[in-house]
């Protein structure tokens, strides 16, 4: 991976990392805190749980990165369940935009994505559900698009819904762990973070190189990766 993807992926961490140092030390965590989190899902059992899914759900299909949603629900609930509940609300995001996009969006998005429909296509043809995994695994690409042109693709919705929620896993530990008030060191948590966030990426890029069978997703994905755009 170029450079820029790793500094791109490690400054979110970071800015996150710092996001949480200030819910915990600062008048601004406080009110962020009483505002949302503490007020309407910290505490709140099912009905927060609920009401943080939807939340979630609601912002990443409307393009809010995932990993914003995976650092709150570490930040709200425990390393375990706001994994678990950061990965089912942005598995929620892409079912909302992935089914407006089949279901009311293809006229309107047929001129705009349709190549890169087509693209997603050939890329997941063969083995749908472990190449959504792959798409998913890599630290770069646009959550938004991807899903939009998924909903415009032959995809079958199970594939795609099973193979994001598996995909999104890894990320998804890695913000929420950032988030987390869990008691370790700071600097600790951070390389636990960055360390996770590294071989994520670098797995998806392996398996993108080695198992695309010679199809491009995205031409942005292969100049990311240091690969030759082969359309």
């Known amino acids: 991976m170029r450079a820029r993807v790793i500094v791109k992926g490690l400054a979110l961490i970071l800015s996150l990392a710092l996001l949480g140092y200030l819910f915990e030390s600062s008048d601004l965590g406080n009110s962020i805190n009483e505002t949302w989190i503490d007020a309407r899902v910290r505490g709140h059992g099912v009905n927060g749980a609920l009401l943080f899914l939807l939340m979630g759900g609601i912002f990443t299909a409307i393009g809010l990165p995932r990993q914003i949603i995976a650092f709150l629900g570490g930040y709200a609930f425990s390393i375990g369940l706001g994994t678990l509940l950061g990965a089912l609300a ?3 995001g892409c079912m909302l935009s992935f089914g407006y996009a089949r279901l009311f969006g293809k006229g309107l998005l047929r001129a705009r994505l349709g190549e890169r429909a087509g693209r997603f296509d050939r890329f997941i043809h063969e083995h749908p559900f472990a190449m959504t995994v792959l798409v998913r695994l890599l630290p770069v690409g646009n959550n938004l698009l991807t ?3 998924a909903g415009i693709s032959s995809i079958r919705p199970i594939h795609f819904f099973a193979g994001t929620l598996l995909g999104y896993l890894p990320q998804t530990l890695v913000f929420a762990l950032v988030g987390s008030g869990v008691h370790i060191a700071p600097a600790l948590k951070l390389a636990l973070a960055i360390g996770l966030f590294l071989i994520s990426g670098a797995l998806g890029a392996y398996l993108y190189r080695h198992f695309r069978h010679g199809q491009s997703l995205d ?10 755009d082969k359309r």
């Open 219 to 228: 031409a942005q994905i292969d100049a990311a990766l240091d690969e030759t």
């Open 147 to 149: 899903n939009l042109a």
């Open 90 to 92: 942005g598995l929620l």
